[in-house]
């Protein structure tokens, strides 16, 4: 068995969201929303973030997953939020804190910002598409984003994993 697995102090649980790029995000609707039967749960807009975002949904409950539809408010702005279709992939994590200082001590690179307030409300951070002398470890080309799993979520997977298959 792996020794990292062994001392590794934090779980991923699951997908907590697909977050979907483009420069117009009324043609990502057509397909998620109208074609798919995705539901918008909510909206979010951020001029740090250059995002103009519908957050969608997939499931109920603990094992809903959010569907993000994005465009940039400014498309000459950074982030460009469109240059990359599929713009990055959230997983839940049940210790948000310890994961973070655990692999930033094994060497993975976090893009700038830190741990914050993500668009669900929910504490946030990314793993950085790019690695680097000083961190060498990355998402290899893919942004890959740490959700904090509220109790219930890290209830409903600690659960399914207890359940005889």
Not at 98 to 106: E, F, I, K, S
Not at 123 to 139: R, Y
Request: aromatic share 6%.
């Amino acid at each position: 068995m792996n020794a990292t697995k062994n001392t590794r102090p934090f779980k991923v649980l699951g997908i907590q969201q697909i977050a979907i790029g483009g420069p117009d995000k009324t043609r990502l609707q057509k397909l998620w929303v109208e074609m798919l039967g995705l539901e918008v749960t909510g909206t979010f807009r951020s001029e740090r973030e250059n995002v103009d975002e519908d957050i969608c949904a997939i499931g109920t409950g603990p094992f809903k997953v959010e569907v993000d539809l994005m465009q940039p408010l400014d498309s000459d702005k950074k982030p460009a939020v469109h240059t990359t279709p599929l713009n990055h992939v959230g997983l839940w994590i049940d210790d948000l804190p310890r994961a973070v200082a655990w692999l930033t001590a094994q060497g993975v690179r976090f893009a700038p910002g830190g741990i914050r307030k993500g668009a669900a409300g929910f504490d946030i951070c990314f793993l950085h598409p790019k690695s680097n002398e000083e961190f060498p470890v990355s998402g290899e080309g893919v942004l890959i984003e740490l959700v904090q799993a509220p109790v219930d979520v890290v209830a409903a997977f600690g659960k399914l994993a207890a359940s005889p298959a």
